[in-house]
């Protein structure tokens, strides 16, 4: 849907941005291959509510929008309506993104103002202080931050905006459309300046030095469907799994998890060990949930496939702990089964995980053992953090002991030994610095 006609400005509302999460996106003159964004990404980032407020750069890419649906229907930018809202000077056109975020941010889904290369006084203060205001007082909106347009002749108090606008928004993770950055370059990716490093705009872009010509148009159309692709949870380097929690559950399954990584977009499937996982949520591009299912003990890889397909692995990231079952508890004489200071040296470094053998030593603990009672002590520590036990070949997210820089503490505990017969417990340092480690073992469960 569009309205109207006028001359260099624009400003897009896109509230509720599903899946964007608050992650920077920045979209310039190496997001201008249409033919990039999988079909998986076109349908989320056609839903999306759009406002742009434009003048007439804002009509060449409305222009350019329609071209691109009229050469491939599945290009549908129906739901992105522009408005001509004309030219009434930069601080004007900053404050009427304020004044449409009050009065209108309910009825669309993002929030951005965008000059036009007549701007060149603009105060980037001022922009960057009423972006901030418009953010924090619409904290479910997504809101675009823009670059000057250019001309095919430089304009230094221009180039000084652009360049304060994309140091601010790369370095504070916002979302970016570097128009400027678009207009010049070339297709072959090459950059024109002046001779003082000042961006033109290439003479294929325009029609009249200033305003976009066809080819223009459907280049800077082409990169709005890059960054709409991006708001609708679209990740172009793929999907990433960074993180799973609980890090732990019992073999039946039936664990609720909450699986952390990037490029989750509907239709996201989830394995744990092989198994799929069921009940698989997905509450942005940054973030699924999901449950497992049954498996045998032992350490499994957990993978997230994305329609394409692609798939992305977090390997030996989830254990599968055996049930309870009833044992008895036999005492030994306390004995050094662990110092990271003399035998098993060097410290357990910052976040490191170190596997120590609990079986078949000379503190004899029987290869039969499925626990032991150890007293636990950290000394040295260089920084705050909290040690965690688990078996071997597991994890958990449960800290044992913790610890300030510089204390020297300990504690009792009862640790799962490897449920794959290696008779092992490991040892997770969670901290910034290192810390030495002393287990002392005084019983064992069979």
């Known amino acids: 849907m569009k309205t109207g006609a006028g001359t260099c400005v624009a400003l897009a509302l896109l509230a509720g941005a599903t899946g964007a999460g608050a992650q920077g996106i920045v979209v310039d003159h190496a997001s201008t291959a249409l033919a990039s964004i999988p079909d998986a990404a076109l349908a989320p980032a056609a839903s999306l509510r759009l406002l742009l407020r434009h003048a007439s750069v804002g ?8 071209a691109l649906q009229g050469q491939n229907a599945k290009y549908d930018r129906s739901r992105w309506t522009f408005e001509s ?34 701007d060149s006084d603009a105060s980037f203060t001022y922009y960057r202080d009423k972006m901030l205001e418009v953010e924090t007082g619409h904290p479910t909106k ?14 230094a108090a221009r180039q000084t905006f652009n360049d304060q606008v994309r140091a601010y928004a790369r370095a504070n993770g916002k979302v970016l459309f570097d128009i400027a950055d678009v207009e010049a370059y070339n297709a072959a990716g090459q950059k024109r300046t002046d ?9 294929e872009w325009t029609s009249d030095g200033g305003h976009l010509s066809s080819a223009g148009a459907q280049r800077v159309a082409s990169a709005w469907w890059w960054l709409m692709a991006r708001l609708g949870g679209w990740n172009p380097n793929g999907v990433q799994v960074t993180s799973i929690s609980p890090v732990a559950g019992p073999i039946t399954g039936g664990t609720t998890v909450t699986i952390g990584g990037s490029g989750f977009v509907a239709g996201a499937t989830v394995t744990i ?37 692609q798939s992305a692995t977090l390997a030996q990231s989830f254990f599968f702990a055996p049930l309870p079952t009833p044992t008895d508890y036999y005492t030994l004489t306390p004995c050094r089964l662990v110092d990271t200071r003399v035998a098993e ?12 053998a609990a079986t078949g030593g000379t503190c004899g603990v029987p290869s039969t053992a499925t626990a032991i009672a150890v007293n636990l002590t950290v000394t040295g520590a260089a920084a705050s953090g909290h040690i965690r036990l688990a078996p071997g070949n597991g994890l958990t997210d449960l800290g044992a002991l913790n610890f300030s820089a510089g204390q020297t503490r300990a504690n009792n505990a009862v640790v799962l030994l490897a449920t794959d017969a290696t008779g092992g417990v490991s040892a997770t340092n969670r901290s910034a610095g290192a810390v030495h480690l002393i287990l002392d073992v005084s019983g064992y469960f069979e």
């Open 59 to 66: 009509g060449n890419i409305d222009g350019g929008l329609d």
């Open 273 to 309: 060990g092989g198994v799929a996982a069921t009940d698989v949520v997905v509450s942005g591009s940054t973030a699924l949930t999901a449950v497992t299912g049954a498996h045998a003990t032992g350490l499994a890889d957990v993978t997230v496939t994305i329609p394409g397909p």
């Open 195 to 203: 001779a003082y490093g000042r961006e033109i705009m290439w003479p």
């Open 345 to 356: 040296a060097p410290a357990l470094a910052a976040d490191e995980r170190r596997v120590f």
């Open 85 to 118: 809202r004309g030219n009434p000077g930069w601080q004007a056109k900053v404050d009427d993104l304020v004044a449409q975020a009050a009065a209108r941010a309910s009825s669309f889904d993002v929030l951005t103002m965008k000059f036009c290369y007549i």
């Open 142 to 155: 997504r809101f675009v931050w823009w670059t000057m347009p250019i001309e095919t002749s430089s304009n």
